[in-house]
């Protein structure tokens, strides 16, 4: 790997985290101790004034632990925040000046596993630390020019992908629930309260801005275009089974081109398509008389979405993404979103006879239950 900064690598963010983990640390060191002294000291001299010294006692060392907790956490908070950004700048050592980069290798170079590296890239991303960053979760690789090919597959890469795993804000879930317990007044003081959860609810987002909710890889088998999309045998209706085997054929391809393109503007909306494509032919084949509603869409839609997307793949691929390009995969992402809705009412329409009998059922309860008033 080249010991060069990646040029996509914006200074300002780490400047924000600087500055953010330098303020926090000042006021966690400097104006707690004199805030949360002063509410101790008040709640104890209040205490002992009203109930006696022990009370008194007690109520000032319950402020001081919550200061002491709250101390201890914003301080933390901050200096996460300045370490990590010497953290950042060694992955930017790392990616050199590439425009792809293994992940595989990352790990290696950082030492790190695959969590806590693909949790640390979503971060840089969120903050805006490498604005041009994207991930190719097919082919397990960092992008930072999206006109380039992947990277050769490395030993038994081909087998896996990548799927997103989120997780939950812990820091600001604790900040919060900190803050709000270290402000909440000794005794029931409504405004007091108040003010308390609105402090917790600006530490939630506040951190939450600095320590995004994670957002961790992990590695999933790749599944056969058989292992999904078993043929069909032979039911002894010519029309059922011609459908069946058209289904069968493009739902193949169309299980081989959900593994082999890298965008997830057209894999998500695919992998909604294949689930509907599964219930369109489990209907059908419980009843093959509804296999006529179904001509244009195993004629035109089908293979039609089949052809979109494989000129999609042969676009993805290219090195070089001109305005022409570009443009084409965009029109070829918003039909893909678009063509959920096809799938979903061609499956639709295959109830319509039995909306119609139910329509026609109900028709005839309302009539009798109408006739029977008349009659009381």
């Not at 995004?212 to 999933?220: I, L």
């Not at 069909?232 to 054929?249: F, M, V």
Request: hydrophobic share 45%.
């Amino acid at each position: 790997m080249k010991n060069t900064t990646n040029k996509n690598y914006n200074k300002k963010a780490k400047i924000a985290d600087w500055v953010f983990g330098g303020t926090v640390m000042t006021v966690t060191l400097l104006v707690v101790p004199l805030v949360f002294g002063f509410m101790a000291l008040w709640d104890g001299f209040s205490s002992v004034a009203q109930t006696g010294f022990f009370a008194g006692a007690e109520a000032f060392g319950q402020r001081f632990l919550f200061g002491v907790i709250f101390a201890g956490t914003w301080s933390t908070i901050g200096f996460l925040a300045l370490v990590r950004t010497e953290r950042f700048s060694r992955y930017a050592r790392i990616f050199g000046m590439y425009p792809r980069v293994k992940i595989s290798q990352i790990e290696k170079e950082m030492n790190k596993p695959l969590k806590s590296v693909s949790a640390d890239l979503n971060a840089m991303k969120s903050l805006g630390y490498f604005p041009n960053m994207s991930f190719d979760l097919v082919h397990k690789e960092v992008v930072f020019s999206e006109n380039t090919q992947p990277l050769p597959q490395i030993g038994d890469e081909a087998l896996t992908v990548f799927e997103e795993k989120r997780g939950f804000p812990f820091f600001s879930i604790i900040a919060a629930g900190v803050t709000a317990g270290a402000f909440s007044p000794a005794k029931t003081d409504i405004p007091a309260l108040i003010l308390a959860v609105l402090f917790g609810i600006g530490a939630f987002f506040l951190v939450l801005k600095f320590f995004p909710a994670p957002v961790s890889f992990v590695r999933v088998a790749r599944q056969s275009s058989r292992a999904n999309s078993k043929k069909p045998t032979a039911t002894g209706n010519a029309d059922l089974d011609s459908t069946l085997t058209a289904i069968y054929e493009n739902k193949s391809e169309l299980v081989r081109l959900s593994q082999s393109i890298a965008s997830s503007k057209i894999r998500t909306p695919l992998k909604e398509i294949l689930r509907v494509l599964d219930e369109i032919a489990g209907q059908i084949k419980e009843s093959p008389d509804k296999v006529k509603c179904l001509r244009q869409f195993v004629n035109y839609y089908l293979p039609t979405t089949v052809s979109f997307l494989q000129t999609y793949e042969e676009l993805e691929t290219k090195p070089d993404k001109g305005e022409n390009i570009n443009a084409a995969l965009k029109k070829i992402e918003d039909v893909a979103a678009s063509m959920i809705d096809v799938f979903k009412r061609e499956y639709d329409d295959l109830f319509s006879d039995i909306e119609m009998d139910v329509s026609a059922e109900v028709a005839v309860m309302q009539a009798l239950i109408k006739e029977s008033k008349d009659i009381l």
